[in-house]
């Protein structure tokens, strides 16, 4: 279960915040990316996490709620409409959004370093070799279901 009910945890934030245009329709707590296509009035648009590959190293960039249009944590952003995503430091807690992995091991113990799905930019057990292992949950999370949002603190790597 999260803490409270936004993605940014930390009282006194101190990551870098970018209005966004939000290409594809995402839930909060996923990690986005870049998408390569030209400023709109100097917004950048993010888009799904798709690498390729599992944990490959991309701005650690979080898809927030939309305070501004009055949407909470879980609500699905349309895509195409504007949002917000927050690059936390290192130390900075935020809520992050667990994939639900159905017929295999997805139990988290606190602790544990997850990576972004290619593909979702939801977080998932760290396997393989990843570039980023970009946050460490401070929770235990028993066989997510779909849409669990956890704890985690991010680590700058």
């Avoid at 898809?63 to 995503?85: N, W």
């Avoid at 760290?126 to 999370?141: C, D, I, M, N, R």
Wanted: glycine share 12%; hydrophobic share 40%; charged share 20%.
């Amino acid at each position: 279960s999260m803490t409270g009910n936004k993605i940014v945890v930390s009282g006194e934030p101190r990551g870098v915040w970018h209005d966004v245009i939000v290409a594809d329709a995402l839930k909060p707590g996923v990690q986005v990316q870049i998408k390569a296509t030209a400023l709109v009035n100097g917004v950048l648009t993010v888009e799904t996490y798709a690498p390729g590959t599992d944990g490959k190293r991309r701005v650690p960039m979080i898809l927030c709620e939309d305070e501004l249009q009055g949407a909470i944590y879980s609500t699905t952003y349309t895509a195409g409409s504007r949002g917000r995503v927050y690059i936390p430091l290192p130390g900075e807690l935020v809520n992050i959004l667990l994939a639900n992995i159905s017929g295999t091991g997805d139990d988290h113990p606190i602790g544990e370093r997850v990576i972004a799905d290619t593909g979702t930019g939801k977080f998932i057990v760290t396997t393989g070799s990843p570039e980023s292992e970009p946050f460490q949950l401070l929770e235990a999370v028993t066989d997510p279901v779909a849409d669990t949002w956890a704890l985690a603190m991010a680590t700058g790597q």
